[in-house]
């Protein structure tokens, strides 16, 4: 079946470490998204990638890195500047084609103490 | 630039009851527009969708139909069931950044 994974479902870390979220998709999209989300919120952009080796900050990038050296994947690290990282993170990826629809992982639920 | 307005919620509302939750955007050309649902501690999934104006969209009794002349995408259901507590998303294509635009999330709470 075709999807998208993030792992783990749960992650817990010390203030001042940073920590990477996984997402790999075998959907054969080009374009991959995260998102954070707080409670009771929407969704809001950190980054995201429309071909390998590139991609864009979205509206809240302070304190986040990803890469895309595969097609298929797409990390996040939350790094120790981002002030604060306890949050829902979900990953995204879309066709690139005239509509963006896209499809989500079950995202991370991201802790830190 | 682009936006998306839902209503605020919660909407609370008992079994079989009819459901609206109020969707209007404002865009730069022709949009394709989205709703997604999130269950509790879940990612989002695609409900429907609409890609041109006057086009309805529906899925699980759900629909939503494409007005450009009051820039809107209002989501209805006929007879909601407890397992459609959920949280609603309305989006729209932002062609031009090559991303979505999602509306604030309306929360549905059904009751038995």
């Known amino acids: 079946d075709g999807g998208i994974t993030q792992s783990p479902k749960y992650l817990f870390r010390k203030e001042g470490q940073n920590v990477t979220l996984s997402c790999e998709q075998n959907l054969n999209h080009d374009a991959m998204y995260w998102y954070r989300q707080d409670p009771g919120q929407g969704l809001r952009l950190i980054y995201y990638?429309?071909?390998?080796?590139?991609?864009q900050k979205g509206d809240i990038a302070e304190g986040y890195s990803v890469s895309r050296e595969k097609k298929e994947s797409f990390p996040l690290t939350v790094t120790s500047a981002q002030k604060n990282p306890t949050a829902f993170y979900l990953c995204a990826s879309s066709i690139r084609d005239t509509n963006y629809e896209q499809y989500f992982g079950p995202g991370t639920r991201l802790t830190v103490t | 630039g682009n936006s998306v307005t839902q209503m605020e919620g919660p909407v609370t509302l008992s079994e079989e009851a009819f459901l609206t939750i109020n969707c209007t955007y404002t865009a730069t050309g022709y949009p394709s527009l989205f709703w997604y649902v999130q269950y509790p501690g879940e990612g989002l999934q695609l409900l429907l969708k609409a890609t041109k104006a006057d086009d309805k969209g529906s899925n699980k009794g759900f629909e939503a139909t494409y007005r450009k002349e009051t820039t809107s995408f209002h989501l209805e259901k006929g007879s909601v069931q407890v397992s459609d507590s959920a949280v609603y998303f309305c989006a729209l294509s932002d062609r031009r950044g090559n991303k979505l635009v999602f509306g604030a999330g309306t929360i549905l709470r059904v009751k038995s």
């Open positions: 990638s429309q071909i390998v080796n590139d991609f």
